[in-house]
Nanobody, 118 residues
Framework: QVQLVESGGGLVQAGGSLRLSCATS????????MGWYRQTPGKQRELVAS???????TYADSVKGRFTISRDNAKNTVYLQMNSLKPDDTAVYYC????????????WGQGTQVTVSS
């Protein structure tokens, strides 16, 4: 069974930084668009950033210039570097792997809490 294991969430003051990590299997990682989503209570899960197998990236407008997504193909891991954090970034962050070779089937991590205090 494919697993996505996230780490790196926590509590940080506004203006601070955090780095999220998500490790998975090689079979998924090498065939998936990897992404980070976030969700707050009562709201829909939203895309924060994604990266293709070729390294092309997409960002939500709200995080452009502050967040950077990257992938380490040797470690089968995707990262989300979050700088200049704001209280509005507070959410549960979920790692996602969209498997191109399985009709874009989505796999999800368990979620990690990011809390930004003002």
């Amino acid at each position: 069974q494919v697993q996505l294991v996230e780490s790196g969430g926590g509590l940080v003051q506004a203006g601070g930084s955090l780095r999220l990590s998500c490790a998975t299997s090689r079979s998924l990682f090498s065939n998936a668009v990897m992404g980070w989503y976030r969700q707050t209570p009562g709201k829909q899960r939203e895309l924060v950033a994604s990266i293709t197998t070729d390294g092309m990236t997409t960002y939500a407008d709200s995080v452009k210039g502050r967040f950077t997504i990257s992938r380490d193909n040797a470690k089968n891991t995707v990262y989300l570097q979050m700088n200049s954090l704001k209280p509005d970034d507070t959410a549960v962050y979920y790692c996602n792997g969209r498997a191109i070779h399985i009709m874009n089937y989505s796999y999800w991590g368990q979620g990690t809490q990011v809390t930004v205090s003002s």
